[in-house]
């Protein structure tokens, strides 16, 4: 705990002296991206990340406010305070990112053993392109997830989460591939994510065939 603690302050300290130099609108379009990552991922994967004395949504309209009307000093007050708040909350949501992530994984690579199995009794018969796919989506799968929990390490908690994220889309990807039913608590998130990426591969393929 104290090891995390002490990266946490190291991280900040690091990071106020950064933000020194910086304009107060990039510190604002910083804090933004992060902000509205947080509560993405709140509401895709009904994921309800632990604060400090507010919500993440009163840290955004309290920011939003005070740069709207404060002054210089008060800017300066709410801006740090809210990125103190956001980097501790960035780090407390990639412990539940890391569960759905893996849990979301364990399960699509659970789903392409029974597949594998299937075919080799004979029971059912895969298109070698098919296979292809969904292999390629596993390895990127386990890859970004692999690499978001060394980001979460390394205390770039914002870079870890959108890797996690990217993560569970390839894991959704994999599902889709496999034709398997898409679990309930990563419906939204599919929806979301997936379905705009899974319309745009077909329709490229679509295109290709037609071609042809």
């Known amino acids: ?16 002296v950064a933000k020194s130099t910086m304009s107060y609108r990039e510190r604002k379009k910083q804090l933004d991206g992060k902000i509205a990552l947080v509560l993405e991922l709140k509401e895709q994967l009904k994921l309800e990340p632990e604060v400090g004395k507010s919500s993440v949504e009163s840290i955004r309209d309290q920011v939003e406010e005070t740069y709207r009307v404060g002054k210089r000093a008060e800017i300066e007050k709410v801006l740090t305070l809210a990125e103190g708040e956001i980097l501790i909350t960035q780090r407390k949501l990639c412990v539940p990112m890391e569960e759905v992530a893996t849990g979301l994984y364990q399960k699509a690579m659970g789903h392409w053993i029974q597949m594998e199995n299937d075919e080799k009794s004979g029971s059912t018969r895969l298109e070698w392109d098919t296979k292809d796919k969904i292999q390629r989506y596993l390895v990127m799968a386990k890859s970004e997830k692999d690499h978001a929990k060394e ?45 705009p990426i899974w319309m745009n591969l077909h329709k490229q393929k679509q295109n290709s065939i037609q071609e042809n």
């Open 1 to 16: 705990m104290k090891f995390f603690t002490s990266v946490i302050l190291l991280s900040f300290s690091l990071g106020l």
């Open 151 to 195: 980001y979460y390490l390394s205390g770039n908690y914002q870079l870890s989460l959108h890797t996690y994220k990217r993560s569970l889309v390839y894991s959704l990807l994999t599902l889709r591939s496999q034709k398997s039913e898409i679990p309930e608590t990563y419906q939204s998130a599919d929806a979301a994510w997936v379905q």
